[in-house]
Structures are given as structure tokens and as C-alpha cells.
Nanobody
């Protein structure tokens, strides 16, 4: 249903653009989100966007550096990650919520999870 791509190895302060290709059924009328999981840590919320893109939500750790967007005509969600830091190193996952708006800044209401893409930031 969901496939994330665009990860890779980047130096600190560099940028990456992650993409999440979704099936129409998975993305239609649903909010979408990005999460990440670093080695030895729990999965954490990164960003979310409402179905129409009129509301976006960010964790404090990425606010001002990351931007979530979506192109519903292409069934794709993006995460533009700028000013990357070594602590951003993680496997990044996209997710589809049940409903047009996410239920807060977390995984409450997530219906589908995609396969992750590795982001590694070197110092």
C-alpha cells in the first residue's frame, strides 16, 4: 500500500527529499504521516499532513527543518528534510491515517504502515 524512498547517506547540514508512493485507496481522504525509528529507540512521530494539505503537524525536533507535503493527483507524500543532523539518522516510515486529519502528533489512528527508507547523516 505504501512505499517510502529517497533515503541515503548525507553529510550534516545536507538535505534529502523522501517520497511515499501510495495506492489511491490508501491515500484518498486520509491524512498521511512520517515516522522514524533510530537504532535502539522507539518509533517516533516526525510530521503529518491532512488530506487536503491545509494542516501540517511537526515534532519539535524537526520543526523549521522538515516540510511535509502531498500531491494527491500523484498519490504521493513527500518529506523535505533540510539542515540534517546526525541525530536524524533513522529508518523513516510513511503512514496512512484513518480519516482526513491525524489524531494528534502520534500514531493514534494510523491504519497502514509502509516499508521504511534508511536515512544516515554523517557528522
Amino acid at each position: 500500500h505504501l512505499q517510502a524512498s529517497g533515503g541515503g547517506l548525507v553529510q550534516a547540514w545536507g538535505s534529502l527529499r523522501l517520497s511515499c508512493a501510495a495506492s489511491r485507496r490508501t491515500i484518498s481522504n486520509n491524512a498521511m504521516g512520517w515516522f522514524r525509528q533510530a537504532p535502539g529507540k522507539e518509533r517516533e512521530f516526525v510530521a503529518a499532513i491532512s488530506w487536503r494539505g491545509d494542516n501540517t503537524y511537526y515534532s519539535d525536533s524537526v520543526k523549521g527543518r522538515f516540510t511535509i507535503s502531498r500531491d494527491n493527483a500523484k498519490n504521493t507524500v513527500y518529506l523535505q528534510a533540510n539542515s540534517l543532523k546526525p541525530e536524524d539518522t533513522a529508518v523513516y516510515y510513511c503512514a496512512s491515517y484513518l480519516g482526513s486529519y491525524p489524531r494528534g502528533r502520534g500514531d493514534n489512528g494510523v491504519k497502514y504502515w509502509g516499508k521504511g527508507t534508511q536515512v544516515t547523516v554523517s557528522s
